[in-house]
């Protein structure tokens, strides 16, 4: 151990670098080279990276696709939908309950197909001959069984090469049924180079198929939607939980624990909160142009970033009874956080950690490290793109590539009826003056060290690699990595999955964190790894037997 | 309720499954490739596929599966793969210096048509495999068949490996089938106590039941060797165990290289374990030691201490063709009754087995190949039975119909223990025993009434 201490410390960042491009092939290691990062972050400038690019094939990445973006990240948590994939059958069965994403469906006569897998299990000759009329079999087939008040088709790669018009059938059978919405994603899997297409994909039919479809008031004061928190591991529950106690009323959540009528709803609320900045942002754009409700970044993961948020959301609604209780809530709570920090922090303290993870937790689930004392060597996503790393303001500049460009952008105006400004600019601008920010979002890069590195669609040898050189006392990524990394003999968590347990968002999140991570840190598993025989090899004495 | 949707009454349905009984060919192509020595299993598609594929293998293993994909965008889609399969050879050979790429199709390359013994002919003249390395490859549409078939289809990419020099090699070729690592394992410890010498392909023992010893090798020590494949061409017969998995390659290896082949089923349970036993002595001419006539009456002393637990009891089944033959002779053997069966891989043949394994069995009995669990679930609604067994997904349904649950299959996303603990042989046998018998007793003690409640059972 002391001798890789050591080591650690002749590694300066630029040869760290060097290191994990040394092995590839030149065009590759150009290309890799544009998407690691060294960071010299000052406040308020980031250096440029490269993101949302494609993956080198054969390079064993960490992402999945845009069918998995799509069906299993946003369209997954809504329990109410029927979701049919069209497709052969594997891409619906290895996205079947695989995310960890729970529901309540404890009302009486709630609908839950969450737990179901609907697919058209397409054989050769619906390749051939073309699926639709398999897929119209099996949207009637779902109708007469269930009765759902909603069908979602997805498509999967063979789909968009054979040419079935799976809109067409979906509103042909809307249509034939009158009772149930059909709609239809076209989410082949080689469309964009990762997940985030499939995300897009999917946000955008919504908010065009189910977004205000349903005008009726919804109760309650201080009406917001949060967007881009998918309830893995009961995060949306403890988020919900807080914001109840805090009397805010959660409209809709995208789409953690939902249901179509949230989404419907989505309209009514006066203000969206925007959790993962990666998987939604467009969407709370959409929902500002077209209804008039403006949205501020918030972030739950991590005590204090959850005061934090709340006394955002406080302060726009401005109500001194809001304000007042949002106050209340964070005293009664912070206390009990405050004690398992101190239990945890002189065991943690100084420890180190890497996040490679998705579009936004490996931004915030820094905060959750921090709070115990441990930094952030490294960090990346999976499939995030410019903006996330360096903010907001470098959106106008984006390039769109090939790969942009087959993602439909909604062309959205205001709603003719229902478009309402939720607040007088005036106010807005009073609110802005007083530092309050709307749209706003500084990525990653300017909240991290200088001199940490920053990689984008880090791969399986780069992480090896960093982790052999840089010694993280916790890497976090997903399950393709998890046990690679221990291997090594470094706990590694899943920040997308959570392996188990959580909820880590909120206050009570924070403090499941807080425990799970020294259990992981301080295991003493890791100490097993070599018998004693093979930490002391040599016969330095024998036995005498009397 | 979990599945609360579920109505008791059976509906036909031929578009629509719901609660898939089968997966796709790649992941089974992936699992076999996994079990050549020093190979890097390739995924010639979008990266979702191989996304997927390495996460469930991942969650059933709980060990590092690596796997490359061409990661296919649009222009792949359109234009072809070729390019990028060209490509990811170069690189994986220079970044992760494999000894063998086992590459597979996908739906999306198959739809194309790309051809991939062309695209490797072109990569070999264009300088991309190194000199002494191997890209072998095998085609695995996922509208096709199942997981199995994929399995299947890339083992029999392992036996064209053959090459055939003549001279026998004095040894026995035993295609294991889909089984677990731990079973492999075991299939080779028997084949050493009868004295047989045997080439094991595939095997993913040594790959997939890996220590923690704080080194990681993306290649670990396991697996059949190209060297052992090579030779198999040489060897004095083949042992394919399962039709489903391993007769293709077996059959192969008959017709082309006359190595004579037997087609058997998976040795669980007694009488296929027996048959097994048999078919190695008498392809090896050996004479089987008491070692193994003693692990033997082991397994018929549990049979017979606990068959009152047994008896008439009735059991669900779901999982793949071949296994569930076999689990379904054991349970008949046992006097249990296994009155729904479901597999998702299609085959009528399958049905027809069943249906003379459980002839003489007391009850009425369920069989369908190409059937859902959703469909399996609806017949236990309407029969109930004592016992379900097969993979994780199943606990939905053991749970809403409270009914004890043995996992045992593909995958296993919630338990561990099938990685190390086999459930082939004899000893496989007491293990399938001791855990029905623990899944039933464990009831009885949860419900039997304090009056009848007993210490000794
Ligand atoms: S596209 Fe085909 S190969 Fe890929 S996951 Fe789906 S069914 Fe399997
Ligand atoms: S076939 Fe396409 S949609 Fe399905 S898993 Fe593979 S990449 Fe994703």
Redesign the pocket.
């Known amino acids: 151990m002391a001798t890789t201490k050591k080591k650690m410390v002749q590694w300066t960042p630029t040869d760290i670098k060097e290191e994990l491009l040394k092995k590839y092939p030149p065009k590759v290691a150009r290309k890799r080279a544009k998407q690691i990062l060294i960071n010299e972050a000052n406040d308020n400038e980031a250096p440029e990276i490269v993101a949302n690019v494609r993956t080198v094939p054969g390079i064993i990445t960490m992402r999945g696709c845009t069918y998995a973006g799509c069906k299993g990240v946003i369209l997954g948590p809504t329990r109410d939908l029927v979701n049919i994939t069209h497709?052969?059958?594997?891409?619906g069965f290895?996205s079947w309950l695989t995310r960890r994403n729970q529901t309540d469906a404890s009302a009486e006569g709630a609908e839950n197909y969450m737990n179901y897998c609907f697919s058209t299990d397409m054989h050769d000759e619906d390749i051939i001959f073309g699926g639709e009329k398999k897929l119209e079999k099996a949207i009637q087939e779902a109708y007469d069984t269930f009765h759902p008040k909603s069908i979602a088709i997805f498509a999967?790669?063979?789909v968009g090469l054979i040419g079935d018009d799976i809109h067409a059938v979906a509103t042909k059978m809307r249509e034939k049924f009158g009772d149930c919405n059909v709609f239809a994603f076209s989410c082949e899997?080689y469309k964009g180079v990762s997940q985030s297409a499939g995300h897009h994909i999917a946000n955008n039919q919504i908010f065009k198929h189910v977004v205000g479809e349903n005008d009726e008031e919804k109760a309650g004061e201080y009406k917001i939607n949060l967007l881009g928190e998918y309830n893995i591991g009961g995060d949306g529950f403890e988020i919900d939980r807080v914001l109840k106690k805090c009397g805010i009323t959660n409209i809709a959540t995208f789409s953690g624990n939902s249901t179509y009528d949230q989404f419907a709803s989505a309209h009514k609320a006066d203000l969206n909160c925007v959790m993962c900045h990666r998987s939604i942002n467009y969407v709370a754009d959409m929902l500002e142009t077209k209804f008039g409700i403006p949205w501020i970044k918030v972030n739950f993961i991590g005590a204090k970033a959850t005061a934090k948020s709340l006394r955002k959301i406080a302060q726009y609604f401005g109500e001194k009874k809001l304000i007042d209780q949002v106050e209340a809530v964070i005293a009664e709570e912070m206390p009990s956080v405050e004690a398992v920090r101190d239990d945890v922090l002189p065991r943690t303290d100084g420890k180190t950690a890497m996040l490679f993870v998705g579009g936004s937790r490996a931004h915030h689930y820094q905060e959750l490290f921090a709070e115990i004392g441990m930094s952030t060597l490294s960090a990346g996503y999976e499939f995030a793109h410019r903006d996330d790393y360096e903010g907001r303001q470098v959106i106008p500049n984006l390039k769109v590539d090939a790969d942009s460009r087959n993602i439909e952008e909604l062309e959205i105006e205001a709603d003719p009826e229902r478009y309402n400004p939720r607040k007088p600019e005036a106010e807005l601008g009073k609110l802005e003056e007083a530092g309050f920010k709307f749209k706003h979002y500084d990525g990653l890069v300017t909240d991290m060290d200088k001199g940490t590195i920053i990689i984008d669609d880090l791969n399986q040898y780069e992480a090896e690699k960093l982790v052999e050189i840089l010694k993280p006392d916790i890497f976090c990524a997903g399950i393709k990595e998890k046990f690679s990394i221990q291997k090594l003999g470094v706990p590694m968590k899943q920040l997308h999955s959570y392996d188990s347990g959580g909820p880590y968002a909120g206050f009570r999140g924070a403090k499941n964190f807080y425990k799970e991570i020294d259990r992981l840190v301080n295991s003493k598993i890791w100490g097993y790894m070599k018998a004693p025989w093979q930490e002391n090899p040599e016969l330095s004495a024998t036995y005498v037997w009397e | 309720m979990l599945l609360r949707h579920t109505p008791k009454e059976i509906t036909e349905r031929d578009a629509l499954v719901i609660n898939p009984a089968k997966?796709?060919?790649?992941?089974g192509a992936m699992y076999a490739a996994l079990g050549i020595h020093g190979c890097l299993p390739h995924s010639h598609?979008?990266q979702?596929?191989c996304a997927?594929?390495r996460s469930t293998l991942t969650r059933h293993y709980k060990e590092p599966i690596s796997a490359a994909t061409s990661s296919f965008t649009e222009g792949a889609s359109v234009f072809g793969g070729q390019a990028n399969l060209i490509q990811a050879i170069n690189n994986i050979f220079s970044v992760y210096e494999p000894e063998v790429i086992a590459v597979h199709t996908?739906?999306?390359s198959e739809t194309i048509g790309d051809d991939l013994k062309q695209i490797t002919i072109k990569a070999t003249k264009d300088g991309k495999i190194p000199e002494g390395k191997h890209v072998i490859g095998a085609s695995?549409p996922?509208?096709v068949g199942s997981h199995v078939t994929g399995f299947s289809n890339m083992v029999k990419s392992m036996a064209m490996q053959a090459e055939k020099t003549g001279t026998k090699n004095g040894k026995v070729n035993v295609i294991p089938g889909w089984v677990e690592p731990s079973d492999m394992e075991e299939i080779k410890r028997l084949a050493a106590l009868v004295g047989v010498d045997i080439t094991l392909f595939p095997d993913t023992s040594g790959v997939l039941n890996g220590p923690l010893s704080g080194e990681y090798h993306m290649f670990p020590e396991g697996g059949t060797t190209m060297t052992e494949l090579k030779s198999t061409g040489d060897a004095v017969g083949t042992l394919a165990l399962g039709e489903w998995c391993s007769a293709d390659a077996a059959r192969w290896l008959d017709s082309t290289h006359k190595v004579p082949c037997k087609v058997l089923d998976m040795p669980f349970g007694l009488s296929a374990t027996d048959r097994f036993i048999d078919a190695l002595r008498i392809a090896a001419g050996v004479t089987v030691p008491d070692e193994v006539a003693h692990e033997r009456g082991q397994l018929v002393d549990m049979m017979s201490d606990m068959h009152q637990y047994f008896y008439n009891k009735k059991v669900a089944l779901v999982g793949d063709p071949d296994q569930l033959i076999a689990m379904t002779e054991f349970l008949v053997s046992i006097d249990m009754c296994p009155v729904h069966i479901v597999t998702g891989t299609p085959g009528k043949k399958f049905e027809k087995r069943i249906r003379e394994l459980t002839a003489d069995m007391p009850f009425e009995v369920n069989v369908k190949a190409a059937g859902d669990m959703f469909l399996l679930h609806q017949w236990i609604k309407n029969d109930p039975v004592d016992l379900i067994i097969g993979n994780t997904y199943c606990k939905y349904i053991a749970r809403d119909e409270d009914i004890p649950f043995v996992r045992w299959g593909f995958p296993i996303l919630d338990r561990v223990g099938h990685q190390y603990f086999p459930t082939v042989g004899y000893k496989g046998g007491l293990r399938l025993l001791e855990k029905i018998l623990m899944a039933l007793l464990d009831r009885k003690d949860r419900d039997d009434p304090e009056e009848t409640f007993e210490l000794v059972l």
């Open positions: 497709g052969p059958i594997g891409c290895y999967t790669c063979p899997g | 997966t796709c060919q790649p992941i598609g979008s979702g596929c997927y594929h996908t739906c999306l695995t996922s509208y």
